[in-house]
């Protein structure tokens, strides 16, 4: 078996985690404990000096258990298993998507700093970069997947702000439009704005396309981001989120996690653990309906626009970002009903199978209306440059046979 290179999904049942140091369990136990005993005083200074960052640890060194705040088996080999779909060096896993996002720009940005991010994101996010970090002296600057390389520059440049980029965050695609943003024109942006003592990190939030369809290291990223919630998770039933990359910037998000607090418990490792075993049966299955019922959007009288990647045509400007960057169009599909928002809740309210619920990713179809509802908060303008209306409609795609969802959606558009 060493001789041979597997295929992330056989190894989501065995990799990282031994038998026999549980009493033969096929599966992984539960480590419910929040300490652990060391075997002498020796072996716990060693595993401090190690946790601590005293000192590196040796090519063959065990990594020692502590503290649940600091490690448990449960998460590390999780983590170990959640590397491989990304061929990251290092993951960690926190209790929520935002807590890994937010860990992750308190660690990298400091007053004075700016965040270049991508338009539109994720309503926390951006209540987080427009909102809480300006309280720390800490302001972002946005850039849409309409604007060249050349643009987003000349914008830096045109408010002096070369010096002052620290991060470079995109979430691509982008919630809840399916916009695309080109992570290897990201990484020549940082390329011209870099020196030697100014790093500017490139921080991928990946959660539409899970860790199946995209692999952000791949094309440039230092850092990706998860709300492991979604595809992850994929049950309606935790709140996670991960960070994975390169050792020398997980180090460092490993140690603000550490004196934040803010990673999983060992249930919901466990519940990750159960959860990735499946991941690829149910997203692939749920990318083969979303792109049923797409189709079936695509040619109803009573919507305007389908965003959905599987439509993107030769002449568009993000098709060669598609094929380049992702293996697959996904499983969201957002479009606009003909009207408003009154027409966009006739819609949501008439569902009978489907789910109004925001979230996403998950086996139940879900669906909400991100103006009113995950992107409240987004401000007004932001919304209408974005697309982010009052007759947009998200839908999270999920297992169920997709003939029964597309009923649903048609008994539901019958009642606009």
Known sequence: MHNRDFHPESLMMTHGYKPELSEGAIKCPIFQTSTFVFKNAEEGKAFFEVAYGKREKDPHEELGLIYSRLNNPDLQILEERLSLWDKADECCVFESGMSAISTVMLEFLRPGDVILYSKPVYGGTDHFVNKVLPEYGINGLGFTSEQSKEEVLEMIKSRDLQSKIKVIYIETPANPT?????????????????????????????????PLWQQPLKHGADLVVYSATKYIGGHSDLIAGAVLGKSAHMQRVRRLRTFLGNMAGPWTGWLLMRSLETLKLRMTQQAENAKHVA??????????????????RETDPSYKTYKNQLSCAGAMVSFDVIGGEKEAFKFLNSLKLMKLAVSLGSTESLAEHPASMTHSDVSDDDRALLHISDKLVRLSIGVEHYSDIIWDVEQALEQV
């Open 178 to 210: 399916n916009a695309l943003f080109d992570i290897e024109m990201c990484k020549e942006i940082s390329n011209e704005l870099s020196t030697p003592e100014q790093e500017i990190v490139i921080v991928v939030d990946n959660t539409y396309m899970g």
């Open 295 to 312: 189709d079936y959007l695509l040619n109803h009288p009573k919507v305007e626009k389908v965003y959905y990647l599987g439509h993107l």
